[in-house]
């Protein structure tokens, strides 16, 4: 009986860390409570800024112990999140907040309430296979529940707790205050001063409603989206403030159901050609593809919309923000679309079918960092761009602001709209020779997002074979496939440029043979050079073997006797040029004949090493003195002194030419601005 009383007490009693996992809040416990004097216990206080720590945390010790197959309840909607929640806003193990979509009942939860044909509430329920020792023992460290004034913050940011495959697929990106804010001021500026009265908003993809908040006149708002727990998350903020009306929110599957469904007073509105003029769509609607790396996701695939317009805008129904997009087109003309998104719309030439259908007036927008929205990984901009559905003009390109993170504009940035054959990679296409193969070049889509999957390589992967992203590099086209690598990786990528499209040149470059031996050397001494000796025969080796005291004979001299003019073309593998025979040497600009002067040095130094191989490539001399991890990813630095300032020196070199060769890719249009 003793035995069976100290237990239960223990059990549910008693605070417990694990010195592995838990190192940081037992320190955090054994400061706040081995005070002299003190005599009471402070447990760790739970606020708007720890909540999502301490979610992840319950993740690995409570969420297994919950009578729940988690797979079967993602699938229908239900998501760990919820019963965090019911966790978290709890008092005595029993849930302060009724409208939550999952309530804590002391030892079970209650989720799934609805009201039955008789009147009667019935529910679903679920308790713990453990006799709720886990749940127990995790919730005695912290302080629940949070201070009330937190309360809605944190159920308003429901969508930091839903996993990141969902949040994609359902549109759960939480849009921050600021871009709130300032959409809404771009908003003003298209439509007047009065626009809230004057128009009617509708979100049909709201999330939790964070979108809406500033918006005054709550008798002109709508508010949709596809979960029923992100419609009870808004109910309840509407009962702490929020500025809309319960009737006016509701569950709605943008993607599938029909406006039948829709609340009468919207139906009004949507049905009316003169009222739809007055209709604003205000959305940051969801960023999936329907395949990821050739992955479907049924989410996205498996819509009405997508069956009901992939033939009409082709590859862009992959994406669930074009989805909202076509279906907001066809089925809302003349309405107004004002919506954060990825700008791939506007600019890839995959999408040129999409503006084709697409035709609208845009009036004014601005792009601001992706990685300032919570949910969104990545280093590309994202858009809030406004839109007159009644005028049909096709995009060819948009100008906005750039706002900074403090929302300060910096400048103006123009997107160009690409058709298909008007990129870089139709271009490359003329110089395709499979003659006198001497490596591969591995190539993607044509923009600045895609730059780390264009390489050199004499070992291509079999599924980039198969899927046809690489082609030869050839005794024939050495030139040209220099200047592919050097205009890819010559420019810095940075956010703002990251959806912007490497075109179809004009014919400029042909006769400026500077800027052609210009990017010979700035490819032989480029990281994405990655030709291995370990790999095949290396003909890319810039000296001979005099020249950097090299102590056997090289396998292949093809570069050498190509950079000094000992090189016969032969065949003709460009149509607008023909048969040749080279006799000179190629003739170097200052900043490329340094380029190969520091180059020369490093390439000296390794032949210095008692363990060198004489084939060597220059990535084969990186990997020799910085070595790899235990990943088998190169690392970054080397102990090697000398080679930490002969790598450098020639970095530095590097940046210096790559300056010289960017004014002639934006003069050569490989680029536009």
């Given at each position: 009986?003793?035995?069976?009383?100290v237990?239960?007490?223990?059990?549910?009693?008693?605070l417990?860390?694990?010195?592995?996992?838990?190192?940081?809040?037992?320190k955090t416990f054994?400061k706040?409570n081995?005070?002299?004097?003190?005599?009471?216990t402070s447990?760790?206080?739970?606020?708007?800024?720890?909540?999502?720590v301490?979610?992840?945390?319950?993740?690995?010790?409570?969420?297994?112990?919950i009578?729940?197959?988690?797979?079967?309840?993602?699938?229908?909607g239900?998501?760990?999140g919820?019963?965090y929640?019911?966790?978290l806003?709890?008092?005595?193990?029993?849930?302060?907040?009724?409208?939550?979509?999952?309530l804590?009942?002391k030892?079970?939860y209650?989720?799934?309430?609805?009201?039955?044909?008789?009147?009667?509430?019935?529910?679903?329920k679920?308790?713990?296979?453990?006799?709720?020792?886990?749940?127990?023992?995790?919730?005695n460290?912290?302080?629940?529940?949070?201070k009330?004034?937190?309360?809605d913050?944190?159920?308003?940011?429901?969508?930091?707790?839903?996993?990141?495959?969902?949040r994609?697929?359902?549109?759960s990106f939480?849009?921050?205050q600021?871009w709130?804010?300032?959409?809404q001021?771009?908003?003003?500026d298209?439509?007047?001063?009065?626009w809230?009265?004057?128009?009617?908003?509708?979100?049909?993809?709201?999330?939790t409603?964070?979108?809406l908040?500033?918006?005054?006149?709550?008798?002109?708002i709508?508010?949709?989206?596809?979960d029923t727990?992100d419609?009870?998350?808004m109910?309840?903020?509407i009962?702490?403030?929020?500025?809309?009306?319960?009737?006016?929110?509701f569950?709605f599957?943008?993607?599938?159901?029909?406006?039948?469904k829709?609340?009468?007073?919207?139906?009004n509105?949507i049905n009316?050609?003169?009222?739809?003029?007055?209709?604003v769509?205000?959305?940051?609607p969801?960023?999936?593809?329907?395949a990821n790396?050739?992955?479907?996701?049924?989410?996205?695939?498996?819509?009405?919309?997508?069956?009901r317009?992939?033939?009409?805008?082709?590859?862009?129904?992959?994406?669930?923000f074009?989805?909202?997009?076509?279906?907001?087109?066809s089925?809302?003309p003349?309405?107004?679309?004002?919506?954060?998104?990825?700008l791939?719309y506007?600019t890839?030439?995959?999408?040129?079918?999409f503006?084709?259908?697409?035709q609208?007036?845009?009036?004014?927008?601005?792009v601001?960092h992706?990685?300032?929205?919570?949910?969104?990984?990545?280093?590309?901009?994202?858009?809030?761009?406004?839109f007159?559905?009644?005028?049909k003009?096709?995009?060819?390109?948009?100008?906005?602001?750039?706002?900074?993170?403090?929302?300060?504009?910096?400048?103006r940035?123009?997107?160009?709209?690409?058709?298909?054959?008007?990129?870089i990679n139709?271009?490359?296409?003329?110089f395709?020779?499979?003659?006198?193969?001497?490596?591969?070049?591995?190539f993607?889509g044509?923009?600045?997002q895609?730059?780390?999957?264009v390489?050199?390589?004499n070992r291509?992967?079999?599924?980039d074979l198969?899927?046809?992203?690489?082609t030869?590099?050839?005794?024939?086209n050495v030139?040209?496939?220099?200047?592919?690598?050097?205009?890819?990786?010559?420019?810095?990528?940075?956010?703002?440029?990251?959806?912007?499209?490497?075109?179809?040149?004009?014919?400029?470059?042909?006769s400026?043979?500077?800027?052609?031996n210009?990017?010979?050397?700035?490819?032989?001494?480029?990281?994405q050079?990655?030709?291995?000796?370990?790999d095949?025969?290396?003909?890319?080796?810039?000296?001979?073997?005099?020249?950097?005291?090299a102590?056997?004979?090289f396998?292949?001299?093809?570069?050498?006797?190509?950079?000094?003019?000992?090189?016969k073309?032969?065949?003709s593998?460009?149509?607008f040029?023909?048969?040749?025979?080279?006799t000179?040497?190629?003739?170097f600009?200052?900043?490329?004949?340094?380029v190969?002067?520091?180059?020369k040095?490093l390439?000296?130094?390794?032949?210095?090493?008692?363990?060198?191989?004489?084939?060597?490539?220059?990535y084969?001399?990186r990997?020799?003195f910085?070595?790899r991890?235990?990943?088998?990813?190169?690392?970054?630095?080397?102990?090697?002194?000398?080679?930490?300032?002969?790598?450098?020196?020639?970095?530095?070199?590097?940046r210096?030419?790559?300056?010289?060769?960017?004014?002639?890719?934006y003069?050569?249009?490989?680029l536009?601005?």
């Amino acid at each position: 009986m003793v035995l069976e009383k100290v237990t239960q007490t223990i059990d549910k009693h008693s605070l417990l860390f694990h010195f592995d996992k838990d190192e940081k809040d037992l320190k955090t416990f054994i400061k706040n409570n081995f005070v002299l004097g003190k005599s009471d216990t402070s447990k760790i206080k739970i606020d708007k800024n720890n909540f999502t720590v301490i979610y992840n945390k319950w993740l690995s010790v409570v969420k297994p112990t919950i009578a729940v197959d988690w797979k079967i309840a993602k699938i229908t909607g239900i998501i760990d999140g919820d019963f965090y929640l019911a966790d978290l806003l709890a008092n005595e193990n029993v849930t302060l907040k009724d409208k939550l979509y999952v309530l804590l009942k002391k030892d079970y939860y209650e989720l799934d309430r609805t009201l039955d044909k008789s009147g009667f509430f019935s529910s679903k329920k679920t308790s713990f296979n453990d006799k709720q020792k886990a749940h127990l023992q995790f919730w005695n460290k912290y302080e629940r529940t949070p201070k009330e004034e937190y309360w809605d913050y944190i159920v308003g940011r429901r969508d930091l707790l839903v996993p990141q495959d969902v949040r994609e697929r359902k549109g759960s990106f939480f849009t921050p205050q600021i871009w709130v804010e300032l959409s809404q001021k771009y908003l003003t500026d298209v439509l007047g001063e009065d626009w809230q009265d004057e128009y009617y908003v509708w979100d049909c993809a709201a999330g939790t409603g964070n979108l809406l908040a500033g918006l005054v006149n709550k008798y002109n708002i709508w508010a949709s989206t596809l979960d029923t727990q992100d419609v009870d998350v808004m109910k309840d903020r509407i009962k702490n403030g929020a500025n809309l009306l319960e009737d006016h929110v509701f569950q709605f599957d943008f993607l599938n159901d029909e406006f039948t469904k829709l609340p009468q007073l919207l139906q009004n509105i949507i049905n009316d050609p003169i009222k739809r003029q007055k209709l604003v769509i205000y959305i940051n609607p969801p960023y999936a593809e329907a395949a990821n790396y050739g992955k479907s996701k049924d989410g996205v695939s498996s819509t009405k919309i997508y069956n009901r317009f992939k033939n009409t805008i082709s590859f862009a129904v992959n994406e669930l923000f074009s989805q909202f997009f076509t279906r907001i087109y066809s089925d809302l003309p003349n309405a107004k679309l004002a919506s954060f998104s990825k700008l791939k719309y506007i600019t890839a030439s995959n999408f040129a079918k999409f503006r084709n259908y697409f035709q609208v007036d845009y009036k004014k927008g601005f792009v601001c960092h992706a990685n300032t929205f919570d949910n969104v990984k990545g280093n590309f901009p994202i858009g809030f761009l406004i839109f007159d559905l009644e005028n049909k003009k096709e995009i060819s390109k948009i100008e906005c602001d750039i706002l900074n993170n403090e929302g300060e504009i910096e400048g103006r940035k123009t997107f160009l709209s690409v058709k298909k054959g008007e990129v870089i990679n139709d271009w490359l296409r003329l110089f395709y020779s499979k003659i006198d193969v001497i490596g591969y070049l591995r190539f993607v889509g044509p923009d600045f997002q895609a730059n780390t999957g264009v390489f050199f390589t004499n070992r291509p992967k079999e599924s980039d074979l198969k899927e046809s992203r690489v082609t030869f590099l050839s005794k024939n086209n050495v030139i040209q496939m220099c200047m592919y690598l050097s205009i890819r990786h010559c420019i810095e990528a940075t956010w703002l440029n990251d959806r912007d499209q490497f075109l179809y040149p004009n014919d400029g470059w042909r006769s400026d043979t500077e800027f052609q031996n210009d990017c010979l050397a700035f490819t032989m001494f480029h990281g994405q050079n990655r030709i291995s000796s370990k790999d095949g025969k290396n003909h890319w080796i810039p000296f001979t073997e005099t020249e950097v005291n090299a102590k056997k004979k090289f396998e292949s001299n093809f570069m050498s006797n190509f950079i000094q003019g000992n090189f016969k073309q032969e065949s003709s593998y460009d149509l607008f040029a023909p048969e040749e025979t080279r006799t000179t040497p190629l003739l170097f600009s200052d900043e490329a004949t340094a380029v190969f002067n520091a180059g020369k040095k490093l390439w000296t130094y390794y032949h210095e090493q008692a363990d060198c191989n004489v084939n060597a490539s220059l990535y084969d001399i990186r990997e020799h003195f910085q070595g790899r991890n235990e990943k088998g990813k190169m690392n970054n630095k080397s102990n090697d002194n000398v080679y930490s300032e002969l790598i450098a020196d020639l970095r530095n070199k590097m940046r210096v030419l790559a300056k010289k060769i960017e004014p002639k890719v934006y003069e050569y249009e490989f680029l536009k601005t």
